[in-house]
C-alpha cells in the first residue's frame, strides 16, 4: 500500500514563497511518476505540476510555469514543490498524487494514490 503525506501549506503574503513537501511509503518511490494538484473553495481540483519518473521530465499548468517548481528526491521518498511570487489565487489545498505511468502527466485520471491535502492560503 502506498501512502502519501503533504506537509508545508500555511498562510502566506502575496510575493512570498512556501515549499510543500510530500513524503511517499513504499520501496519503489523511483518508479512513480508524481504531482500536485490543488483545489480552491467552490472550484474544482486542478492540476498543478508533474514530475516522470522514467525521464524526470516536468510540466506545469500555465497559471503557475516561471513561479513554481516540483522537484524530488529518490534517496528521501519525497517530492516538493517550491512554490515563489505566491498570489491570492493560489490559496487552495494542495494535493500531493502518485502514478506508476509517465504519460498524461496533468490529468487526474493518471494518478493511483493521493495524499490528503495541505492547506495554502495566501493574503493580500
Known amino acids: 500500500q502506498v501512502q502519501l503525506v503533504e506537509s508545508g501549506g500555511e498562510l502566506v503574503q502575496a510575493g512570498g514563497s512556501l515549499r510543500l513537501s510530500c513524503v511517499v511509503s513504499g520501496r519503489t518511490f523511483s518508479r512513480y511518476s508524481m504531482a500536485w494538484f490543488r483545489q480552491a473553495p467552490g472550484k474544482e481540483r486542478e492540476f498543478v505540476a508533474a514530475?516522470?519518473?522514467?525521464?524526470?521530465?516536468?510540466v506545469y499548468a500555465d497559471s503557475v510555469k516561471g513561479r513554481f517548481t516540483i522537484s524530488r528526491d529518490n534517496a528521501l521518498n519525497t517530492v516538493y514543490l517550491q512554490m515563489n511570487t505566491l498570489k491570492p489565487e493560489d490559496t487552495a489545498v494542495y494535493y500531493c498524487a502518485a502514478s506508476q505511468r509517465y504519460y498524461r502527466l496533468s490529468y487526474e485520471i493518471t494518478y493511483d494514490y493521493w495524499g490528503q491535502g495541505t492547506q495554502v492560503t495566501v493574503s493580500s
Open positions: 514530475i516522470a519518473w522514467s525521464t524526470s521530465i516536468t
